[in-house]
């Protein structure tokens, strides 16, 4: 279905039902699919053929809930994972392996920072971080001859820091390696980063596309723009053949806009298989078809939020790029101008303690290791999701002792407020 409006893309994307087939997405609940010859599952196999075989690797429901976010960010393909950490991994695993080397943004999720800096770096890939304001000088001297891609988020989680797209795209080409974004916080509503250079896009899709708080999962979308075959000694796993499945060369075979998503399912998920179960996938599906809607919303609340902690007195600082005060600001025009998201980081007067007791006396906003849902929640970021990192590194991911994430949800902006106020008092 050829559209243009991102809401008709929510709705309609990804799945045109034929006549008298299911209205909604069906559920294929299975593990397995019968053929009628050994010949017909060979050809499978030897990915000469369409079709299924095994759920580990892929399934109807999964594939065409991964279209419509294909859709929905202007890629060509997409594959969804059992969370969004097996989605970072894969985008970077895909064409990354032991000897290699990534550039990082410093300022991501305290889990992608681990994943990175200690479980890779055991599997012999090396990461730089840099901060993401950064000079482009400083940038270009963080690539090594072994560099492979670089990563960054939209919007970043817990800081809230915007990438400058265009700076890390520039810098990725002139090294010939592609742009990873993780664009969750933003999702393809408020930015799309393709259209900014990026080349591959992952999601923790059990942030807002499922919006609920029903579903784990992640989505790698590709935007098939990057030239692999310029570098072929660089990626010989998308150029060279793939002896695990007959000597097929991905580029080849599939194409500038379907190697990296197809070598990511024949090899990845066939000898991992974190693939996302067939319910989950329903479930974010149906999230999608309110995305936009929700998306305006949940900004909406963020921005009202934000501007009464800047006002309060027992507040130490506000960050939200939204704010005209905010370091962020500009770029969150450029790359955001219709909104960011629903989350925002602050600090209370007082410290961790302030923090903590402030948080334990929230009545609508629950304590949660969760973020971007319906329903309003908050989190102390250093004593949970980054409190594996030194004080040091905490720092660099601009994560402060003091910080509480807070992410609007559904809720009356003014009910919100009123918490947020008694909590304070």
Known sequence: MQTTGMGTKCVQGGYTPGNGEPRQIPIVQSTTFKYASSAEMGKLFDLE?????????????????AAKIAELEGGTAAMLTSSGQAASFYSIFNIASCGDHVVSSSSIYGGSYNLFAVTMKRMGIDFTFVSPDCAAEELDGAFRPNTKAVFGETIANPALTVL???KFADAAHRHGVPLIVDNTFATPINCRPFDWGADIVTHSTTKYMDGHGAAVGGCIV?????????YPDKFPGLCTPDESYHGVTYT???GPGGAYI???TAQLM???GSIQSPQNAFLLGLGLESLHVRMKRHCENGQAVAEYLQGSDKISWVRYCGLKSDPYYALGQKYLPHGSCGVVSFGVKGGRAAAERFMGRLNIAAIETHVADARTCCLHPASSTHRQMNDAELAAAGVSPDLVRYSCGLEDASDLISDIEQALS
């Open 49 to 65: 053929s369409l079709g299924y075989f095994y759920t580990r690797l892929q399934n109807p429901t999964n594939d065409f809930v």
């Open 164 to 166: 400058d797209i265009e």
């Open 222 to 230: 590709d935007s098939g723009k990057f030239d692999w075959t310029k």
């Open 252 to 254: 080849e075979r599939f």
């Open 262 to 264: 197809t070598k990511a």
């Open 270 to 272: 066939r000898d991992f």
